[in-house]
């Protein structure tokens, strides 16, 4: 018995030293953020989008357009260029959209009807994207200098029982970012083996939850760099009861689109 409790010491002190080491590795909420913001970072994007809204009641409306994205000079924000082809009414309406930080975005739109271009305020950018329960700011990417992340625990993918995800808790670090968009707080659920997120839930300002985003076919479009592309969402607006679903396809990443493309004169410019 003398002999067993040296051995029983041991062991105990091993399970404990790997119990902490096992600890000590666990990401932090702000690295699993930008382990997120990194995997999707890609140069330049260019993809055919189809923009499917509907309700309870049936009725659905699809919109067809193209998305040019490209990563800025500072390396972490994106400008994004959507153009649309259908239906007949809206062919050649687009959208600029530049990224800032403090979530200080630039948001243009072009009406051909008008040959117009129009600014999007700050305090619209909550409103409806193309009549969509996506909204403009909901095209931006959550950066990590934006919001305070809490990491509330670990558990399976909501569907897909076979894969772990870390489930992240966002707050808007200041005022300005929870009006811009709408939302006082988003719990995210990112894989933790591509550092993806495949779900999203979004709370308004009134407590609310308000928005439930559901990514599916995410695919690694740049072995190299290892980074992915989220082929398709569904946005239900759970307060509305309407959905979106948006599916990207012919996705062409790292291609070397031009800084000219993302500019007012390539905005107002028509097929």
């Known amino acids: 018995m003398r002999r067993l409790l040296p051995l029983i010491a041991i062991l105990a002190l091993a399970l404990s030293s790997r119990s902490r080491s096992a600890h000590a590795a666990a990401p932090s909420a702000h690295d699993i953020l930008d382990r997120a913001e990194v995997a999707q970072r890609l140069r330049d994007v260019t993809a ?8 309870a009641g ?14 800025e000079s500072d390396g972490v924000h994106f400008a994004t260029l959507t153009r649309f082809s259908e239906p007949a009414e809206i062919r050649n309406e687009a959208i600029l959209f530049e990224e800032h930080a403090g979530d200080e975005n630039d948001v243009r739109l072009y009406l051909p ?16 994207f ?20 809490r990491l509330l625990r670990s558990e399976a993918c909501p569907g897909e029982a076979s894969i772990s995800c870390y489930v992240l808790e966002l707050a808007p670090r ?15 659920w990112i894989r933790a083996d591509i550092f993806v997120a495949v779900q999203t839930e979004l709370t308004d300002r009134a407590g609310r939850l308000w928005k439930r985003i559901v990514a599916s076919d995410v695919r690694e479009v740049d072995p190299t760099g290892h980074r992915y592309f989220t082929h398709a969402l569904r946005v ?36």
């Not at 055919?48 to 309700?55: P, V």
């Not at 009725?59 to 490209?70: L, N």
């Not at 193309?130 to 992340?149: E, K, N, Q, R």
């Not at 607006?237 to 390539?266: M, P, W, Y």
């Open 48 to 55: 055919s989008a189809t923009l499917t809204t509907g309700d």
């Open 58 to 71: 049936g009725d659905a409306r699809v919109k067809v357009f193209t998305m040019w994205r490209r990563l």
């Open 113 to 128: 009807r008008y040959k117009k271009v129009r600014r999007v305020e700050a305090q619209s950018q909550s409103s409806s």
């Open 130 to 149: 193309m009549g969509s329960t996506l909204s403009y700011s909901d095209i931006a990417t959550p950066h990590l200098d934006d919001y305070d992340a």
């Open 174 to 188: 200041s005022d300005a970012i929870a009006e811009h968009t709408g939302y006082a707080r988003s719990v995210q």
């Open 236 to 271: 239900d607006d759970l307060l509305a009861r309407r959905f979106t679903t948006l599916r990207f396809e012919h996705v062409k990443a790292n291609s070397g689109l031009s800084e000219a493309l993302f500019t007012a004169q390539s905005l107002a410019h028509e097929d």
